[in-house]
């Protein structure tokens, strides 16, 4: 049997004084796909940013716990370092500093049980990940998302997630706004990844365009705050058929 | 960018006291006596001594500066002017006293040395004790001297440059440094010689309310070139120290000069330095000024553009830290034609902080088609720390080209959850958005400067967030 990773019981949670999440309760086993869908303002990001332990949300009720541990008030990092990831959808700029001493640092702080990888040995792990989402070697020459195209972004954050390697992946519509060479790419690599590890992954996503590249074990569907359905595939084909509104 | 980890605290790495015996100490205070017995003691030429003087006077009549940091503290009462560490001045390393010496291995100077220096002069207290150059340079005719010794050996060079880019009635600070200067670099390159390798000093405040005024000459000759690095760490101390040096440079025709300080002065040193340089024909001059610690200080190196397209750049740093205030900045005085500048300013306040940018730009009317670019940029951390720019442009002619771009970004709490989600600390993430900010500056230091800086804004970052 398959241990838990992600426990999430009602789960409620605003930013600023508005409430977004209502309640939710999901749980995610090791290297499960989970899929979240729903129209927009359903709460389907905030549930990335609180999971991740985004200083933005003020989590009001309920619990978090990965791998055993509860995580509802721990900080970022904490929960980076227990393997969980979160790509981002619109990852920040940070001018001036550079992607590949950034990548070394993240992966330093990540895998200190392994130890340290000098400047070398981490410029030949990265060569291999860099193959896997098709970014040329100069990439890494540049500030950490300074200047970076759309598709450049998705790249650099699956670039992370393939450094870092985590336990659970949060994808936060990582497909929008890709071109559909990009996208055939991007996921292209996430399966990959998925493949070749043992992570899970928890993909928001808007389109069920991504559902050619990756088959999910579970659908959810999200509405104002809460997981309103949870089915197989199957459930995107009603979806397509009815829309999120008329779903019961 | 990179981490570093030292670990050190801060006190250990830059706070230690070694023990020294002082063959010479004057007690606190200044007077007319205090100044004669200075210059007496170093066997100087009788026009130091009336230079010295009438400095004295200028200092003695002149008013505080009514603008800028606030100065009200500073007691000239409770300063020692003077005081010469025991050991003679001496060009080996063998020479040089043990205690001094295990000061100078914990500040990793012999293995500087060794690495890649030309030459070394530290500064411990008021003289140059140990200074080195290189045979290579000695046999081109470079001369790296301390000030003192400079004077004596070369005092018709002195008649000529001292005191003639800052005269001591520039300001009060510059009286008080011309009266009771100390120690200091004496640079001479001659003709056509070019120095690629970095001459370099560091130098300390060893003792307790001891005041340091050093004296810096540099005179580079036609077509050469000269880098100077200047790195400054003092021990902690709880009663208020005064630093207030004067740097002149002169470039001569095609010459180009680079002076870089790091300047780490502990948290309680008012820091009040006259930099200004004199670029003649198509000379090129740079400071690249680091201002990291002290209490207070103010700064504004200065470049006179007097010959045909001369050009001058400053690039300045600023951090300011709980109860620190870092006034810095630059000025730029066109003189000929044709000539240009750059001023780059960068400045970090957190934790109730402020910096200042405060520069002067001139554009008389000799100086036709000359251009000059100023980009100030600060950084805040939160919303007790205060940022303030003060440009003043005095321009005299039309035909001149000026651009100015300041900005002013503050640490987003987007960037701080995006590198900790990736699981750096806190710390971790604070230090890299700093070192990413001052990255464009940082890059034109040497390597071993660049990591210097980096480390000192990582251990001024610890334990101050969160």
């Known amino acids: 049997m398959k241990n838990s990773m992600l426990k999430i019981k009602n789960l409620k949670a605003q930013i600023e004084q508005q409430k977004i999440l209502e309640g939710i309760n999901l749980t995610i086993k090791e290297h499960e796909i989970h899929v979240v869908m729903g129209p927009n303002g359903s709460g389907k990001s905030t549930l990335a940013k609180t999971l991740m332990g985004s200083p933005e949300v003020n989590v009001t009720e309920g619990e978090i716990y990965f791998k055993n541990k509860n995580i509802t008030h721990k900080e970022a990092d904490t929960r980076s370092h227990l393997g969980l990831f979160l790509a981002n959808q619109y990852p920040t700029e940070v001018p001036g500093v550079n992607l590949e001493n950034f990548l070394r640092l993240a992966y330093n702080t990540n895998h200190l049980e392994k130890g340290k990888l000098s400047v070398l040995q981490f410029r030949k792990l990265l060569r291999s990940k860099l193959k896997v989402v098709d970014l040329p070697e100069e990439f890494l020459e540049r500030n950490l998302n300074e200047g970076f195209s759309g598709g450049e972004k998705k790249k650099s954050e699956i670039l992370q997630m393939a450094i870092l390697e985590p336990s659970l992946a949060i994808l936060d519509e990582t497909d929008s706004g890709l071109d559909i060479e990009s996208l055939d790419l991007v996921f292209s690599a996430i399966r990959k990844i998925y493949e070749q590890t043992n992570m899970a992954l928890l993909l928001i996503t808007h389109y069920d365009r991504v559902l050619n590249y990756i088959e999910p074990h579970y659908v959810h569907i999200m509405r104002q705050g809460v997981i309103a359905k949870t089915g197989g595939q199957d459930l995107v084909k009603i979806i397509q058929k009815v829309g999120f509104k008329k779903l019961k | ?466």
């Open chain 2, 1 to 466: 960018m990179d981490s570093i980890n030292l670990n050190q605290d801060y006190k250990t790495k830059y706070g230690f006291k070694d023990k020294v015996k002082y063959k010479t100490k004057f007690p606190k205070g200044i007077s007319e006596e205090v100044v004669r017995r200075i210059s007496n003691i170093k066997n100087e030429p009788k026009w130091m001594l009336a230079r010295r003087l009438k400095a004295y006077n200028e200092f003695e009549r002149r008013p505080m500066p009514t603008w800028g940091a606030a100065l009200s503290d500073i007691d000239f009462s409770n300063i020692h002017y003077f005081a010469r560490a025991n050991g003679s001045k001496g060009h080996s390393w063998d020479e040089v006293p043990e205690e001094i010496k295990h000061t100078f291995e914990r500040l990793k100077i012999p293995q500087t040395e060794r690495k890649f220096l030309a030459g070394t002069a530290t500064q411990y207290e008021s003289e140059v004790i140990y200074s080195k150059l290189k045979e290579q340079w000695e046999g081109l005719g470079v001369v790296f001297e301390d000030t003192d010794t400079g004077l004596q050996k070369y005092p018709e060079l002195f008649e000529k440059y001292f005191g003639k880019i800052i005269p001591y009635k520039d300001n009060k600070f510059a009286a008080l440094n011309t009266a009771v200067w100390s120690g200091g670099s004496f640079i001479y390159i001659p003709k056509g010689v070019k120095v690629d390798i970095p001459l370099q000093t560091y130098f300390r405040i060893n003792l307790k309310n001891m005041g340091q005024f050093e004296r810096t000459l540099i005179i580079a000759d036609e077509d050469s070139e000269i880098h100077y690095i200047e790195g400054c760490t003092a021990p902690m101390y709880t009663t208020d120290s005064l630093h207030a040096a004067v740097v002149e440079i002169f470039a001569h025709k095609n010459a180009k000069v680079r002076y870089t300080t790091i300047q780490n002065w502990s948290s309680n040193v008012y820091n009040l330095v006259t930099k200004r340089a004199a670029a003649y024909e198509n000379a090129r001059v740079e400071w690249v000024d680091c201002n990291i610690g002290s209490k207070t200080t103010m700064k504004y190196p200065a470049v006179y553009l007097l010959g045909r397209k001369a050009h001058g750049e400053v690039l300045s740093i600023a951090y300011a830290d709980k109860g620190q205030i870092q006034d810095a900045g630059a000025k730029m005085i066109h003189r000929a034609p044709e000539t240009s500048s750059l001023i780059t300013s960068k400045s970090i306040c957190k934790n109730g902080g402020h910096t200042s940018y405060r520069g002067m730009l001139q554009m008389t009317h000799h100086a036709k088609k000359s251009k000059s670019k100023i980009i100030c940029d600060a950084l805040i951390f939160d919303n007790k720390s205060r940022t303030d720019t003060y440009p003043t442009n005095i321009i005299e002619n039309k035909e001149v080209s000026l651009e100015h771009e300041a900005s002013v970004s503050k640490v987003s709490q987007d960037q701080l959850f995006y590198l900790m989600s990736r699981g750096l600390s806190e710390e971790e993430a604070t230090s890299l958005i700093v070192a990413g900010f001052l990255e464009p500056v940082a890059k034109e230091l040497p390597m071993e400067y660049a990591v210097e800086l980096n480390a000192l804004i990582q251990l001024s970052m610890e334990g101050s967030v969160g």
